[in-house]
């Protein structure tokens, strides 16, 4: 029923496939995870290939791509890998806030009629000093409560933590754009406006 997609670029992966493990245990679902990898450097893809290994784990794949194909790509790469009908897209950089965080999920994909479930996205009340205007930009403009989010929900959708039927996003690819990162995931839910959006 749930594919979980995960593009993966010079980010270390065990916190969150940890944390979604634990989640899974209490969930009466068929399910996979997909990490793709975009070339990342060498500390990263070992240090990541060691600890899926370790899982030992034929539900969860990491996938290395050879050379770096850019985050449209690479999420187009893990839709055309899914197996399952729900496909679930969490950037390797975040990690769940809330211990039922899939059920949740799991629960909107039984009962909504719509095609999209976005979710939110909650930044660390903790000033990181080395990206500073990142998180401050974060706070500000991407951290959106749910009332804010309903009345525009494509204005606020964002590509880090949101889920998709498989049917949708295969004829929906993300947009191949010249910046290999950065407005891809804004550009692919413009594209979606024709059809039915869910919360």
Avoid at 25 to 49: G, P
Avoid at 65 to 74: D, K, P, R, V
Avoid at 165 to 191: H, S
Wanted: net charge positive; proline share 3%.
């Amino acid at each position: 029923m749930l594919s979980i997609l995960i593009p993966v670029y010079n980010y270390e992966v065990q916190l969150l496939v940890e944390n979604l493990l634990n989640q899974l245990k209490t969930i009466d679902c068929c399910w996979e995870i997909i990490l793709s990898d975009d070339a990342s450097n060498k500390y990263y893809i070992k240090r990541n290939s060691e600890f899926i290994s370790k899982l030992n784990n034929s539900q969860i794949k990491l996938i290395q791509q050879e050379i770096n194909i850019g985050n449209a790509a690479n999420r187009n790469f893990l839709i055309a890998r899914a197996s399952y009908n729900w496909l679930l897209f969490l950037d390797a950089d975040v990690l769940p806030v809330a211990f039922n965080f899939l059920s949740i999920y799991k629960k909107q994909m039984e009962f909504t009629t719509k095609e999209i479930i976005t979710g939110n996205i909650v930044y660390d009340e903790t000033k990181p000093q080395p990206h500073l205007l990142r998180w401050i930009y974060g706070k500000e403009k991407e951290e959106i409560n749910f009332e804010k989010r309903k009345n525009k929900p494509i204005l606020h959708a964002r590509g880090a933590n949101f889920a998709i039927k498989k049917i949708v996003a295969k004829k929906r690819n993300f947009p191949i754009l010249k910046e290999k990162y950065g407005f891809v995931d804004t550009r692919f839910f413009f594209n979606l406006l024709k059809i039915r959006f869910v919360l």
